[in-house]
Antibody
């Protein structure tokens, strides 16, 4: 069965960087893209960006460009998102989703990233 | 890219029908048939309920239906049930080749 398993919770200081992983199984990794979505505590969903797992092409939300990088390792069917220069308002649950048709049909379990001094 | 506009809350009694609206612009909702809807119960992972405006993924009840007119998409839940109480988010592809989510709607079953 399709699964997206994300790395565990992390706590970071303001100004630091964080990397979250998302390991896919149960399907051919390079057929579907991966998107990242985050949700601040008590807030709505925010689309962060998308990566093509076959070509590595990316497209990021405008408000995160310059601070975010999405990558994949096809040898391990794992996607990564790195966010730099962390601020308190980056505190959120970060989700990876499988992108194809239908879009976002499978989600990872979520990774809580807390940014606090 | 501004979030799509949804009502903060919608409520209905069991068995009734409710409709959640999702308003964007011609650069997102109005320009593409790539509107999705997600259901999120408290503390849970979002679940895809509708895609490409009116397509239901396998396993989603046919009590859920989607439509679009101009810059506004809608999700209708008919025969409202207690288990439908959750937050609902719309999402659309945009002319910037990005996606944008709606502000979210809390559905309450009275």
């Amino acid at each position: 069965q399709v699964q997206l398993v994300q790395s565990g919770p992390q706590m970071k200081r303001p100004g630091a960087s964080v990397r979250v992983s998302c390991k896919a199984s149960g399907y051919t990794f390079t057929i579907y893209g991966i998107s990242w979505v985050r949700q601040a505590p008590g807030q709505g969903l925010e689309w962060m960006g998308w990566i093509s797992t076959s070509s590595g092409d990316t497209n990021y939300a405008q408000n995160l460009r310059g601070r975010v990088t999405m990558t994949t390792d096809t040898s391990t069917s794992t996607a990564y998102v790195e966010l730099r220069s962390l601020r308190a308002d980056d505190t959120a649950v970060y989700y990876c989703t499988r992108e194809g048709s239908p879009p976002a049909d499978y989600w990872g379990q979520g990774t809580l990233v807390t940014v606090s001094s | 890219q501004s979030a799509l506009t949804q009502p903060a809350s919608v409520s209905g009694s069991p068995g009734q029908s409710i409709t959640i609206s999702c308003t964007g612009t011609s650069s997102d909702v109005g320009g593409y048939s790539y509107v999705s809807w997600f259901q999120q119960h408290p503390g849970k992972v979002p679940k895809l309920m509708m895609y490409e405006v009116s397509n239901r993924p396998s396993g989603v009840s046919n009590r859920f239906s989607g439509s679009k007119s101009g810059n506004t998409a809608s999700l209708t839940i008919s025969g409202l049930q207690a288990e439908d109480e959750a937050d609902y988010y719309c999402s659309s592809y945009t002319s910037f080749r990005t996606r944008v989510f709606g502000t979210g709607t809390k559905v309450t079953v009275l």
